[in-house]
């Protein structure tokens, strides 16, 4: 894999005709030694939201060593990674993933949220003589409100009340392990949503009398964009901590949270060809079919910057739209994009931050969605963590001539 110093320095030597995907290493790697230095427990990567070797290698060489997957093919992929603990946290499963998972792999621990989810897992992880297993680690999905997320979770899965209750009393007798786990949706930008979860995991294990051995908190924590600048994530390490403190639980309590969009988000840009212009919307050759399906779908506004050629520092900044590709006219995302005024076809442009769910969610309608590759060693258009010193950057690394 070729590495270059910067999208400017690519696009000058290749001049590439698909879009190509720009992965940042070491802001991957940055993130993980963050979060494993201030979260006060396991920090499980969300394995759905980026599946790139070149991320996942980087967070591995961090430290991380925790991966929540959600299906049998994240589980297949994923169980190649050396010493790697993983964590099925999807709350439905079908029976075929749950053996699967429990009998093929040795993964052990589960996600419900659901009186029938548990008894699959309780039927499909039986031995071959019926005995039924022993070292379950099972984690009760609770409904949680979402507040200040970009992305609400809380209307597809969760238990809450008293089938919560009377469901983590069930889970308990089967389970070696038990746990509560929940999501306050995803880029949430205030921590207050995780004071208001630890506040229904109270009332939970109050109502039901359960002690319980692991409180996953989930994802949910934000990166930067254009349009949305969360508050400072050691913010929302605190407010957790805060919360734990005041459950009513024993002491040595498992903690751990699944950062998926924080850890890779800064980490891969797409460098795109304006293909043309047309007044304020430009025609590019990649889109919502591809890695900008959040811009299109879910509005989201990523940092942009032109590549291929120098600009003026005076010259003034304007909003653009873009339309992908495709003969499809909801290929389209809206913005504001802001770039230079002069903007024109053949120019290229780097979108940033587009490392979570991005390269996950690109398609191929209409035969595009093939991508290049590269690794850039520069920084990120927008990053969320403070300036530190960053091992894994820096001219110790290998460089394309």
């Known amino acids: 894999m070729e590495k270059f110093r910067s999208a400017t320095d690519f696009v000058e030597k290749h001049a590439p005709v698909r879009p190509v995907l720009a992965a940042r290493p070491h802001a991957a790697a940055k993130a993980a030694r963050w979060f494993l230095e201030h979260f006060p427990g396991d920090v499980a990567y969300a394995y759905k939201a980026n599946a790139s070797v070149f991320l996942i290698g980087a967070l591995y060489g961090a430290g991380i060593r925790n991966f929540d997957v959600a299906s049998i093919a994240e589980l297949e992929d994923a169980v190649t990674i050396p010493n790697a603990n993983l964590h099925f946290m999807h709350p ?24 029938d989810e548990l008894q699959k897992i309780i039927e499909e992880t039986k031995s071959a003589s ?3 297993a022993k070292d379950l680690n099972l984690f009760l999905r609770v409904a949680v409100p979402a507040i200040n997320s970009r992305i609400p979770l809380e209307h597809k899965f969760g238990i809450a009340g008293d089938a919560a209750a009377k469901l983590l009393v069930k889970t308990r007798q089967v389970a070696a392990q038990v746990g509560i786990t929940f999501h306050v949706g995803s880029q949430t930008t205030t921590p207050d949503a995780y004071a208001a979860a630890l506040e229904e995991v109270h009332k939970l294990i109050v109502m039901s009398g359960v002690v319980i051995d692991r409180l996953d908190v989930g994802g949910g924590f934000p990166s930067v964009y254009p349009d949305s600048r969360p508050v400072d994530l050691g913010d929302f390490i605190t407010v957790i901590e805060d919360g734990v403190k005041l459950l009513p639980m024993r002491e040595g309590v498992r903690l751990m949270c699944e950062p998926g969009r ?44 032109i590549v291929s050629r120098a600009i003026e520092e005076r010259e003034e900044m304007i909003p653009f739209s873009l339309y992908g590709p495709t003969c499809d006219s909801i290929d389209h995302m809206a913005g504001p994009f802001m770039l230079p005024a002069s903007v024109q076809e053949g120019d290229y442009i780097e979108i940033g931050n587009v490392g979570a769910y991005g390269r996950a969610l690109a398609g191929r309608f209409n035969g595009y969605g093939a991508y290049d590759d590269v690794i850039l060693l520069d920084q990120p258009l927008l990053s969320i963590y403070p300036e530190i010193e960053d091992v894994a950057h820096g001219s110790e690394m290998p460089l394309s001539s």
């Open 92 to 115: 439905v499963k079908s029976r075929f993933a749950i053996r699967r998972a429990y009998h093929d792999f040795g993964l052990n621990t589960f996600a419900l949220d659901s009186e």
């Open 262 to 305: 924080a850890l890779v988000a800064e980490a891969e840009s797409l460098i795109v060809r304006v293909d043309a212009r047309r007044g304020n919307e430009l025609y590019i050759n990649d889109g919502s079919y591809g890695v900008l399906f959040d811009a299109a779908h879910l509005n989201f506004v990523f940092p942009t910057q």
């Open 130 to 132: 019926g005995a039924l």
